[in-house]
């Protein structure tokens, strides 16, 4: 595993709440993100983080350093994926289907870094730290890329060992005319 020197990889503390939407918000379109970087969809507040904790439908992992400062966070779900919603995916590879209907199938829904701390392995030191944490498992993410590309994370993922096993199209989705969104995937 990669280690960065002074770095855990460690459950969330409701201290750590604050810090995460901070760090989630910045990382929104349309904020202070660089066209180079990736970027989150939509902002979240204190109270849905914690909504999300206490209904166990997200976990949350923080990447802190020697100080306790968070510089990026994973927040993962262990989806009910019903058959509707995968017959919805237009699969290139779908011998992936039972394995995302297993229990070990863990879903990312969201990976963010601290925008000054980007770009220096933090976002591959959680990721390693995940496969370690979860050995055996099924991981998965969607990343956007219509109408307009994550083209980053999508790199970020192929470098990390995932494949793109499918794609999920949507009339609208959020505010998104002719969505997109590509299902990488990987096995532990």
């Known amino acids: 595993m990669r ?3 002074g770095l855990s990889f460690v459950e969330v503390q409701p201290k750590n709440i604050r810090e995460i939407v901070e760090i989630h918000n910045s990382n929104v379109r349309g904020q202070n993100v ?4 990736g970027f ?10 914690q909504q999300n904790l206490n209904q166990g439908t997200n976990k949350y992992f923080v990447a802190v350093n020697l100080s306790g ?14 058959n509707d919603f995968l017959n919805q995916i237009i699969w290139q590879d779908d011998s992936c289907k039972d394995k995302i209907l297993s229990v070990r199938h863990i879903y990312i829904k969201v990976v963010a870094i601290k925008l000054d701390y980007q770009s ?4 591959q030191f959680m990721y390693e730290s995940l496969y370690e944490k979860f050995p055996n498992s099924f991981i998965s993410a969607f990343i956007v890329s219509k109408p307009l590309c994550n ?3 999508l790199k970020f993922h192929e470098k990390q060992g995932f494949q793109q096993v499918g794609i999920w199209q949507q009339k609208q ?16």
């Open 40 to 49: 989150l969809l939509a902002k979240t507040t204190e109270v849905e983080i």
């Open 69 to 82: 400062e968070v510089l990026g966070f994973l927040a993962l779900a262990k989806p009910k994926i019903s």
């Open 120 to 123: 220096r392995g933090i976002g």
């Open 173 to 188: 989705f959020l505010d998104l005319y002719n969505y997109e969104s590509v299902l990488m995937f990987k096995e532990i």
């Open 151 to 153: 083209e980053r994370s």
């Open 34 to 37: 660089s066209p180079h970087s």
């Open 3 to 5: 280690q960065i020197k």
